[in-house]
């Protein structure tokens, strides 16, 4: 491993007559040459008696890099270089995601999962912002809190493998740019303000404790490109090695945003827009997270809904994933039409509720015509996403090598049912990758390889920033794509064939 | 000036929707090409809003050197670039000198002297060693009243100068060994102790902050060789530009030790002895500091003295300029022999006080036999080094460019005198230099040019540690140097001329 921390032990000859160099000079000197030029920290100096004459001139250096220089952070007796920790993260603004690394091995020890509590300022990042605007005390506060919530995380990782976080030599950290300003402590008004310039895009490296964390070293921050493109998307990158290859990608993380890159090893076209809430059934009535009780998974059999629900109880309601299938499945069983409308002839569960229709898909449960049309905008807005670069680049849906979804939502998505509807393309399934918590792959990646901050920096300079909002078909585009799964339905063949499976043609 | 921080006046665009760059970026990426790859401390980015915008993007950024990249330390409104402050250092055990500076001119706008705050843990330097010795809380008190003792110096140079420490954008110290020690709040027995390894020798530099300062920004610490050989003899060759220079240089620090180094820019050996307390007048029964009420300068004429008192009043001791005038003097006139013995007959101001002979220089103020032993022996060791030095090198003493005295005691000291009693070697006086307080010197010369921490580098490289103690011969030579003025009295051809005008051969 060749990360952001080296722990090296050392044999030193003991100070004598004939070399009488300090304790400092030893281990510095005694380090291999890439080290070369090393500093040492006041920390350290201070430990260094008794400790290296406690051990017999045998210890351990702790080597964190700060972004310039290689700094010694740590010293221990004896050989302890098989005990090196590090720490990743996604810096989500609901969950916040950490993983114990063994920085000798690069194995995850352990993971960890804890609301952010910067709820508590506000369940919506605009809540949060709205909150601290203009407010040093009050960026304190919500600054605290996020350092607050890494250091439970930290103790529940403890409490999982006994390392404690005061062994932690270094730290990686990925989030949006809101969330990192509010890490930082800084003002994140800016973010939501034309002209969306942010204060500080490349935090780089911090001390560790200056951030609130329990541990000497240095923390990275993934850099970010844009207000909506931040350190998650640039962490992603990395993961999924997108800006090195030679064939055509598309990176689309869905969240409480939906972020796009599109692009190779020659050019990296991106751009956000608001395309997540929905999709997680934020704004669905009877919508909630994919915890227990969701409706994660849904069949259309002889009229009759087949549920799967997480921890196998009653379903209490439906998760982003649910709703995928249930819109798919009712649409190829006809009882939604291509404009997205519910069809009531086709079915007695579909009932008038007021001045709506609204399908009845478990007991008590109903999903709403409101809430298709929510949800078919939003996959119109992150499908036009998708088509408008691709348009940009002058490249055909055809030629895309791989289309990566990132995030929770696409790890559970039923590739079948997000293609019927046509959030996702109808390309080959083997080029529909779901790429998993990208974000958090990418601090660990950088947690455990160095020579990558080089490539962080090349694809800051590479990439280019498409502002959606600015664009003026974009609205045209969006309305063609509210249909199912498109207004071109000849761009979705495979859809097409499975809807005169069914009798339906379109 | 091209010193260790930079204050740049930027007039940046407001970002808009075609450059919507983070305040960071536009700041960083505003920097002349020098500073490519500059980091930005959080306290800078805290700041970046709201002062850019009310600033209307016109802000002055404080750059501070760390040893390795240069850091964003500070950010003004507008442009405050003329108001750029350091601040240098000489740490010494008693005294604490520091001079605010004028980084753009390099100009010195005050001095400051104030006591140590350390003297509360002891009068000399290893009653403190004592006091802290394998005790981590009072190794941080004596570190804390270190910090305090500079805190006190800055509020004085605020009193004279309006610039308040806040301000300071670097500093840079030089002190021995032992105080560098204390500065980081390290144990410093070692520097006592055989095999006299010191705990850390190169510091270098450290955020401000975490030394106790009150401002922004770091501190550089001058490096050391050895435990007598520290930060300040490493200023002092910076300050006098021996070790680049083609003549034979001698540099002697007398102070509470005296510190030795013989060289060029070809080589340099250095050591270092206790040669110190008694020319200051330490071990001296009515010695006495430099300041008010001391004799600073005394003359014999027609069997009378005349002294020079400073502040003009009542004598109340005598200082070591005025000791080495004293002995001088009697020793031309013959009040003292070659072996230095005090000659009874030769005036009746010298006395048989209890079981010895004293002169009374001033009323009621006497100078006894056991004082002249302890100063000869003194003066003796300090002969002894530059002579040893000097055979090691193979260099006769006539070949030497310069003989360049530091410290206070060498600036009022009367070079004919310290020629008469064979402390300085009896050379062309053009070539004996008074250089003054070199450790503040090297520090100011640092804080204004960057460039000579290669110098510094360099110099530890090159210079080759000499242990006196360790020297067979060094006894024996120092019994020969403990006469007036030399045993060997062909070495001091110029003493003999003046001896014989006052009838006496030797």
Partial sequence: MNGLSRKIYLELEPPSREDAASAQERILRALPQEYEGAQMSLGVMRKLYPLCGNAGWRVTV???????????????????????????????????????????????????????????????ILTRIFYA??????????????????????????????????????????????????LLGLDAFCIFEAPYAVRASRPGFLPARELGMPFEGYVYLYPGLA????????????????????????????????????????????????????????????????CEGAVQYVKLKNGEFELDVIGGGEPKG??????????????????????GRLVPEASGRIEKIGEEYAVRYAPGLFFYQTDLDEFLRTKAAAGTMVEYM???????????????????????????????????????????????????????????????????????????????????????????ARALPHTDSSRYPSVRRKLLEHGIRI
């Fill in 62 to 124: 702790t080597l964190a890099w700060t972004g310039s220089v290689w700094q010694a952070t740590g010293l221990e007796e004896g050989d302890s270089s098989g005990r090196h920790y590090g720490v990743c993260a996604d810096l989500g603004s609901t969950t916040v995601v950490v993983q114990l690394v063994d920085c000798n091995s690069g194995q995850v020890m352990a993971s960890e999962s804890v609301y952010n509590e910067q709820i508590a300022f506000g369940e919506d």
């Fill in 318 to 339: 439906i998760c982003g994933s649910g709703i995928v299938d249930l819109i798919a499945e009712m649409f190829l069983n006809g009882w939604v039409d291509i404009r």
């Fill in 227 to 290: 207000n909506y493109l931040g350190g998650d998307i640039l962490s992603g990158l990395i993961a999924t090695g997108i800006a090195g290859r030679e064939d055509l990608c598309v990176f689309l993380d869905i969240g409480t945003n939906g972020e796009l890159v599109v692009g190779n090893k020659d050019f990296l076209l991106c751009g956000a827009g608001a395309a997540g809430p929905a999709l997680e059934g934020g704004s669905v009535r009877t919508g909630m997270r994919a």
């Fill in 390 to 480: 691709l348009g940009l680049a002058g490249i055909p849906m055809e030629d895309i090598g791989e289309f990566v979804v990132a995030g929770a939502f696409g790890t559970y998505l039923d590739k079948e049912s997000a293609v019927t509807i046509g959030l996702y393309p109808d390309l080959d399934r083997k080029k529909l990758v779901s790429a998993g918590n990208t974000s958090l792959e990418g601090a660990r990646i950088m947690l455990l390889h160095k020579d990558r901050l080089l490539e962080v920096d090349s694809i800051m300079e590479r990439m280019e920033y498409v502002q959606f909002g600015e664009v003026e078909d974009f609205i045209h585009l969006m309305g063609a």
């Fill in 133 to 182: 605007k203009d407010c040093p005390e009050r960026l304190e506060e919500i600054a605290g809190a996020t350092a607050r919530t890494f250091r439970t995380a930290f103790a529940a990782l403890e409490k999982k493998t006994g390392v404690a976080p005061e062994e932690y030599a270094s730290m990686t950290v990925a989030g949006n740019m809101t969330m990192i300003h509010f």
